[in-house]
T-cell receptor
Framework: KQEVTQIPAALSVPEGENLVLNCSFT??????LQWFRQDPGKGLTSLLLIQSSQREQTSGRLNASLDKSSGRSTLYIAASQPGDSATYLC???????????FGSGTRLLVRP | SQTIHQWPATLVQPVGSPLSLECTVEGTSNPNLYWYRQAAGRGLQLLFYSVGIGQISSEVPQNLSASRPQDRQFILSSKKLLLSDSGFYLC???????????FGDGTRLSIL
C-alpha cells in the first residue's frame, strides 16, 4: 500500500530565504508526482507535475525533483515571499490506478 | 478553457439529514471526475471516481454515494449524515487516461 509522507509538517521562514520541502513515498511504481498549493479554505492549485521518467521540473521560482528509485521528491522555493504562505501537498499517481495519493502537507509561513 | 464549479461553498447540516453536493465541469467533454475528502488533520482521500456517465467506482466504504447523471455533472449524496462526514470535499476532473487532475474550490461541510 502506497504511503506518502511530507516533512516537515510546518515551516516558518523569513522572507527571502530559499527553502526545501520534502516528500517521500513507499512504492516506486508511480506514474507521476504532483506538487499542489492549498490556501486556507480553498481548493488545490497544481504547481508542478513530474512524470516518472523525468528528474525535475521548473516553474519560475519553483523547482521540483524526483528520485523514483529512492522514493523521494523535493520542492525547492527560491527567494521566498509572504505570498508563498500556504499548505503544500505532494501526491503520487500510481501506474495501476486513477487515484492520487496525497501526503498530509507542509504548512509554510513566510514572515515579512 | 475548462472550469470546474462546486456548490455550495459551505454547508452546515444536522446529524441524520440528507446531503447533496454538486460539481460541474465546463469546456471539456467526457472527463474523468473525482470526489475527495479532506478531514481535519488528515490528508486528502479519494472517495469516488467516474470515467463516464453512470460509471462510479468507490474507493472506501462509507455513508456516502456518488452519481453522474450527465457527462459533466458529478453529485455526492448521503441519505443520513453522520458526525464523521464532516470535512472539506473537493471535486476534480481530468482528461481521459492519467491526465493531470484539476480541482474545484471545495465545500466545507460541518455536521452538528
Amino acid at each position: 500500500k502506497q504511503e506518502v509522507t511530507q516533512i516537515p509538517a510546518a515551516l516558518s521562514v523569513p522572507e527571502g530565504e530559499n527553502l526545501v520541502l520534502n516528500c517521500s513515498f513507499t512504492d516506486s511504481a508511480i506514474y507521476n508526482l504532483q506538487w499542489f498549493r492549498q490556501d486556507p479554505g480553498k481548493g488545490l492549485t497544481s504547481l508542478l507535475l513530474i512524470q516518472s521518467s523525468q528528474r525535475e521540473q521548473t516553474s519560475g521560482r519553483l523547482n521540483a525533483s524526483l528520485d523514483k528509485s529512492s522514493g523521494r521528491s523535493t520542492l525547492y522555493i527560491a527567494a521566498s515571499q509572504p505570498g508563498d504562505s500556504a499548505t503544500y501537498l505532494c501526491a503520487v499517481l500510481m501506474d495501476s490506478s486513477y487515484k492520487l495519493i496525497f501526503g498530509s502537507g507542509t504548512r509554510l509561513l513566510v514572515r515579512p | 478553457s475548462q472550469t470546474i464549479h462546486q456548490w455550495p461553498a459551505t454547508l452546515v447540516q444536522p446529524v441524520g439529514s440528507p446531503l447533496s453536493l454538486e460539481c460541474t465541469v465546463e469546456g471539456t467533454s467526457n472527463p474523468n471526475l473525482y470526489w475527495y475528502r479532506q478531514a481535519a488533520g488528515r490528508g486528502l482521500q479519494l472517495l469516488f471516481y467516474s470515467v463516464g456517465i453512470g460509471q462510479i467506482s468507490s474507493e472506501v466504504p462509507q455513508n456516502l454515494s456518488a452519481s453522474r447523471p450527465q457527462d459533466r455533472q458529478f453529485i455526492l449524496s448521503s441519505k443520513k449524515l453522520l458526525l464523521s462526514d464532516s470535512g472539506f470535499y473537493l471535486c476534480a476532473w481530468s482528461g481521459q487516461g492519467r491526465q493531470p487532475q484539476h480541482f474545484g474550490d471545495g465545500t466545507r461541510l460541518s455536521i452538528l
